[in-house]
């Protein structure tokens, strides 16, 4: 299964984006799905999750983009969404969107392309 981020851009300090990220098949749609991003010289960091549609399709933030950052899915696009609004200089870097479940290791898998955002002043 293939994951491919797209939506990306270059947007002025307190724009916004919406970020996609389309399967190749509908097997992701059982797993919890994070939006990472990994900005020059840092580590990669999860910034948003959504649970499964079956489980409730709980959302988890981190700190930094609560309340500017949503993340939904479609399942019938087998697709994930990250909006993002009031975008700071500091939330510029590459976002990838990957299961949880392969993200920390737990089943084998691997990363998509990423879409690279960047933020400017």
């Known amino acids: 299964v293939q994951l491919q981020a797209s939506g990306g851009g270059l947007v002025q300090a307190g724009g916004s984006l919406r970020l996609s990220c389309a399967a190749s098949?509908?097997?992701?749609?059982?797993?919890?799905m994070g939006w990472y991003r990994q900005a020059p010289g840092k580590q990669r960091e999860l910034v948003a999750a959504?649970?499964?549609?079956?489980?409730?399709?709980?959302?988890t933030y981190a700190d930094s983009v609560k309340g500017r950052f949503t993340i939904s899915r479609d399942n019938a696009k087998n697709t994930v969404y990250l909006q993002m609004n009031s975008l700071k200089l500091e939330d510029t870097a590459v976002y990838y969107c990957?299961?949880?479940?392969?993200?920390?290791?737990?089943?084998?898998?691997?990363w998509g392309q990423g879409t690279q955002v960047t933020v400017s002043s």
């Open positions: 098949d509908n097997t992701f749609n059982v797993y919890t």
């Open positions: 990957n299961s949880l479940a392969i993200a920390d290791g737990d089943i084998a898998g691997s």
């Open positions: 959504i649970a499964p549609i079956v489980n409730g399709g709980r959302e």
